[in-house]
Each structure stands twice: as C-alpha cells, then as structure tokens.
C-alpha cells in the first residue's frame, strides 16, 4: 500500500468522491471483506460488494486474499493506497494554467501553481511505478513568523535573490543528458487548527487575480 495514491482519471475522482465509497476507502486503510464492512457501515453485504466492485474497477483498491468459508469464498480487500490526491488531470477542461496570469503575489496563481505541482508530480509517481524506477524529487516544509509585513515582504527578497543565485550557478542549458527540473518556492500565512484562516495586523501582501 502506497502512502500517497494519485487519482489522475475522471471516472476514479467521480467513484472516489462518492460519500459511500470515500468511507469504504478510509476503512480500508485495513483489510476487509464485504461482510466485516457491511456490520460497520449499516448496508447489506450485497450492498456493499457492488461499491467494492466498483472501486476495484478503477483501481483504487485490491484483492490481497480469498477465505473459503463453507461454499462460499469471501474476498479480503485493502486501499491502494492510505490516501488519495485527486490530479487536476482528471478534471482536464478546466484544470488550471499557471502561465495563462502569472503573479508572485497572487493566491489564486499560487494555488495554480500548486495545482500543477499535483499533476506533474502525479504522472511522475505513475511513470515511475510502471517502470519499477523511483522518482527522484526533494521537498523542503517548515515554518517561519515574521514580526511584521515588512519582515515579510524583506523575507521573500531575499529568498527570491538566493533562488536566482543557485538556479544560475547550476542550471546548464547545454548539458549533454541534463534534465530540467521546475523549482517551486512559496510562502503562504499558516492556518491555525483550531480558527478559520486568520490575516494578521499588517495585512497580507496578496491580491485576487
């Protein structure tokens, strides 16, 4: 079972979204038949094999063991995957295009990046399983609190000016075999847990694109 599963077609997102069949993929973070599920979320057994059958079918969870039982062969599932981001290639006529307004202050373009960031990452992960080859990716997550917007502001200079720095220094146009790799920085105001999304004192430097 895979951490992350990337749903990448319209039919999947569509039997993913479904409330039934989402509770059936949480449970099945665990191996269950029909029988053991159907106790758990009040349907009949008929019930239930019929939306397992159709998860199966788009590949979002998997046959792990048959128990024979009498004359009757239970079949034990689990979920691909503990998980499941939904690529914005599934929704292909109206996924979003970072280059169609570009703006670093903008947390629409921001989330458009993000969006991207899903669905090239995704294809990767799918290319790489069916070639039995990882994908080679690195991440950097973290926190930073800025007394004031100019802080703020002052941050996101600097960060802009050491990104430029590096990207100069290593990226090599004419590298024989070289392969480009896109370089996504973002800084965005943290959600609290327990409160809706907050705007501090000073204001957030974004505007709606």
């Given at each position: 079972m895979f951490e992350v599963g990337i749903i990448e077609e319209a039919g999947a997102a569509e039997v993913a979204l479904d409330p039934i069949r989402a509770r059936?993929?949480?449970?099945?973070?665990?191996?269950?038949?029909?029988?053991?599920?159907?106790?758990?979320?009040?349907?009949?057994?008929?019930?239930?094999?019929?939306?397992?059958?159709?998860?199966?079918?788009?590949?979002?969870?998997?046959?792990?063991?048959?128990?024979?039982?009498?004359?009757?062969t239970e079949r034990v599932l689990r979920a691909t995957a503990a998980s499941f981001v939904i690529s914005p290639s599934a929704l292909s006529e109206v996924q979003p295009d970072p280059a169609r307004s570009p703006d670093?202050?903008?947390?629409?373009?921001?989330?458009?990046?993000?969006a991207r960031l899903v669905k090239e990452v995704g294809t990767l992960i799918t290319g790489a399983a069916r070639a039995g080859k990882p994908a080679a990716t690195f991440a950097l997550d973290g926190n930073v609190r800025f007394a004031s917007a100019a802080d703020r502001a002052a941050f996101a200079q600097e960060l802009t000016a050491a990104v430029a720095a590096l990207v100069s220094r290593y990226h090599d146009e004419r590298a024989p075999g070289g392969r480009d790799h896109r370089v996504i920085v973002a800084i965005h105001p943290s959600l609290r847990s327990d409160t809706a999304p907050q705007i501090d004192a000073g204001g957030i430097d974004t505007k709606e694109s």
């Open positions: 059936l993929l949480a449970l099945l973070v665990e191996p269950h038949s029909a029988t053991s599920l159907a106790a758990i979320v009040g349907l009949s057994r008929q019930k239930v094999n019929y939306h397992l059958k159709t998860l199966e079918t788009h590949g979002l969870v998997e046959l792990i063991e048959e128990r024979r039982k009498g004359n009757v670093r202050l903008s947390a629409r373009w921001l989330l458009a990046v993000a």
